[in-house]
């Protein structure tokens, strides 16, 4: 079965940093180029970042070019998204995907003064 679950999210001052997770199992986590997505409240899917799947290049939505890193461990299955420099802007549920029907359920992520 294949499972993606995510990590890492909570309340956050602006100006803050999380580093969210995605622990990965049930299928060839090292085959896979990943993504995160997320959703805001009222708003739809917006893509956040991507990474191939050897690791080595990576993109990312202007919205948080600079301040957001996506990076992975194939070893352990893993898949991150540091967040730096938090904005009001940045609330929303984080999932974790690979670029076709793999997705996990979501970690929340809340800026708030």
């Known amino acids: 079965e294949v499972q993606l679950v995510e990590s890492g999210g909570g309340l956050v001052q602006p100006g803050g940093s999380l580093r969210l997770s995605c622990a990965a199992s049930?299928?060839?986590?090292?085959?896979?180029?990943m993504r995160w997505v997320r959703q805001a409240p009222g708003k739809g899917l917006e893509w956040v970042s991507g990474?191939?799947?050897?690791?080595?290049?990576?993109y990312y939505a202007d919205s948080v070019k600079g301040r957001f890193t996506i990076s992975r461990d194939n070893a352990k299955n893993t898949l991150y998204l540091q967040l730096n420099s938090i904005k009001t802007e940045d609330t929303a549920m984080y999932h974790c995907?690979?670029?076709?029907?793999?997705w996990g359920q979501g970690t929340q992520v809340t800026i708030s003064s």
């Open positions: 995907a690979n670029y076709g029907s793999y």
């Open positions: 049930g299928f060839t986590f090292s085959s896979h180029s």
């Open positions: 990474i191939n799947s050897a690791g080595d290049t990576t």
